[in-house]
């Protein structure tokens, strides 16, 4: 068994959450699903579904667990399942704005050089719950939609598609010129996000910046307008993961 990623067009993914659904994922390829005997009843139903679906699927490898732990990153949190899938379907923002011509309300988000994998798969997870319809990230400056991401984001990466831009200036130049409007979300803002609830455009990009640097220059300026969170307390800053959330809840 070789979990090591040594074709660029294949994912690994572990943990319960993201294993099921991307098992489920008529857009996945799977190679290798390995589960121990512990986790593989649990993983009985999954399995059923999805030949309910008509899905093919591999069958299931059993591994010992140490062996799972050996071959995974230190530390993964795997809860006894492993997968190698084919990678998701590339999208851009002009997918993203062919969808919202059709839909007619969209809430798209764009991060600025938010690194952390973990902050990106919450922020996922967010966007996944409150019917966000897209993220954007920066090629360079972005995780992949594997690992500790995916376990995060609980599945959410098979839901919420991703577009990896080389200049989000440019792309919010684009998306603008397709009628979405800008917020960034900066505590110099004049008005709150809350502001945006029942009474906001209908087509919208939020933008959050890494924690400390916030949003950069280039981007900020090509923003409609800054807005800032609603808080009241002594700390009034907050995880960009959480504020991604409040921001997405104030935009339904």
């Not at 699903?33 to 899905?55: C, I, N, P, R, Y």
């Not at 530390?75 to 399942?81: E, S």
């Not at 998306?175 to 803002?189: C, I, M, P, Q």
């Not at 923003?223 to 800032?228: F, G």
């Amino acid at each position: 068994m070789n979990f090591k990623k040594n074709n660029t067009n294949k994912t690994l993914l572990y943990g319960f959450h993201a294993v099921r659904e991307a098992w489920l994922n008529p857009e996945r390829t799977v190679d290798q699903l390995f589960l121990t005997d512990q986790s593989a009843k649990g993983f009985e139903s999954v399995l059923s579904e999805a030949k309910g679906k008509g899905l093919r699927r591999p069958s299931p490898s059993h591994v010992d667990k140490k062996k799972l732990d050996k071959v995974l990153p230190q530390g993964a949190v795997h809860q006894g399942v492993g997968l190698i899938t084919s990678d998701l379907p590339e999208q851009d923002i002009h997918d993203f704005a062919r969808r919202a011509e059709m839909k007619g309300n969209s809430v798209l988000v764009m991060l600025d050089q938010v690194t952390d994998p973990h902050n990106v798969g919450a922020i996922i997870r967010s966007s996944c719950a409150f019917g966000s319809d897209g993220i954007i990230m920066q090629k360079k400056h972005a995780p992949t939609l594997d690992g500790v991401l995916a376990k995060t984001a609980c599945g959410a990466v098979e839901h919420v598609p991703v577009a990896y831009e080389t200049n989000l200036s440019r792309s919010l130049e684009s998306l603008k010129e397709a009628g979405f409007f800008v917020y960034g979300l900066d505590e110099r803002g004049e008005k709150t996000i809350d502001a945006l609830r029942g009474d906001r455009p209908e087509k919208i990009v939020l933008v959050l910046g890494a924690e400390g640097p916030g949003i950069r220059h280039l981007v900020r300026e090509n923003c409609d307008e800054l807005m800032k969170l609603p808080t009241t307390g002594e700390i009034s800053s907050l995880n960009v993961s959480n504020a991604a959330a409040v921001a997405l809840f104030c935009c339904q």
